[in-house]
């Protein structure tokens, strides 16, 4: 999937009313819901990354909920860390009948990437 798709699908998967986020190589994305209480977004963004995108066995960056999405293709995998959720798409998806924990566990990598080598793809701002 290019960074394009990657960005059009996520638009569609966030809810409107938030328009402050910060979207990473692997499709893990940030909400700010208050953006005038952030100096620097994309600094902000990679702080928490590092601090909550790396998965570490037995910590509770391993619990997730897989929710799915009816505006695009695909779930969106939620975790520890406010405001931090990774996208998957079905293109990456090898099973066709895959469950939640697959692709659970799936989004769970994908974070892991981008909590251990950040690079901020994409910074969508309201203002």
């Known amino acids: 999937m290019s960074d394009k798709e990657l960005i059009e699908n996520v638009k569609l998967a966030i809810n409107p009313k938030f328009q402050d986020w910060v979207l990473f190589k692997h499709g893990t994305y940030i909400i700010f819901d208050d953006i005038t209480k952030v100096k620097n977004i994309n600094d902000?963004?990679?702080?928490?990354?590092?601090?909550?995108?790396?998965?570490f066995a037995g910590g509770p960056?391993?619990?997730?909920?897989?929710?799915?999405?009816?505006?695009?293709?695909?779930?969106?995998?939620?975790?520890?860390?406010?405001?931090?959720?990774?996208?998957?798409?079905?293109?990456?998806?090898?099973?066709?009948?895959?469950?939640?924990?697959?692709?659970?566990?799936?989004?769970r990598s994908k974070r892991d990437l981008d909590g251990k080598k950040p690079e901020i793809i994409y910074v969508n701002k309201s203002k």
């Open 44 to 55: 902000e963004a990679m702080v928490m990354m590092k601090e909550f995108g790396p998965v």
């Open 61 to 107: 960056a391993g619990d997730f909920n897989t929710i799915h999405l009816t505006k695009t293709e695909g779930w969106i995998v939620s975790g520890h860390g406010y405001g931090m959720y990774t996208y998957v798409s079905p293109s990456e998806i090898q099973n066709e009948s895959a469950n939640d924990m697959e692709i659970g566990l799936l989004g």
